[in-house]
């Protein structure tokens, strides 16, 4: 038990987990974050320009439930017991997965210029052909991607 628990503390310790649960949490919040972007910024005027066109309560009913159709509400026909096709929260639920992508894509983007621009390799390394990460120029396999390199003429 005790060589078990001293492999899952060097799991821990060395990252694995930890970047896992990091990565995990910053996804969460950054869910967070688009979702109010798309709910708070970007629906208000959305809504203005459709003139607060709700497709929510569009459906079609497949089969009467009891008092019958026509029904007014999509809450009046599920109290009846009718069965529907609500197409209107699925195309709710399309747009919003489309508004949703798009703010993530520019979000995404935006981000990414923020980032410093990869700097050149220093003289004495050079760049594995294979991963392109950084190695050392006289290495003979790359440390990041383990593939044999072949040594360059001098």
């Given amino acids: 038990m005790s060589k078990l628990w001293n492999e899952f503390q060097a ?15 910053i996804g969460a919040a950054f869910g967070t974050v688009v ?13 203005i320009l459709t003139g607060g066109l709700d497709l929510s309560d569009r459906f079609i009913v ?11 509400t999509l809450v009046a026909a599920t109290e009846a017991g009718a069965v529907l096709l609500r197409y209107g929260s699925f195309l709710n639920a399309v747009i919003s997965f489309f508004l949703i992508a798009v703010v993530l894509f520019v979000l995404v983007r935006w981000t990414n210029k923020l980032r410093d621009p990869d700097t050149p390799p220093a003289p004495e390394s050079r760049a594995c052909s294979y991963c392109m990460s950084v190695v050392h120029k006289n290495a003979t396999s790359c440390p990041h991607c383990t593939s044999e390199l072949v040594l360059e003429a001098a």
């Fill in 11 to 25: 799991f821990a310790v060395k990252g694995n987990m930890i970047d896992m649960a990091v990565g995990i949490m």
């Fill in 35 to 47: 979702k109010s972007i798309v709910d708070d910024v970007v629906m208000p005027p959305l809504g």
């Fill in 62 to 72: 497949l089969k009467d439930g009891d008092p019958t159709a026509p029904y007014e």
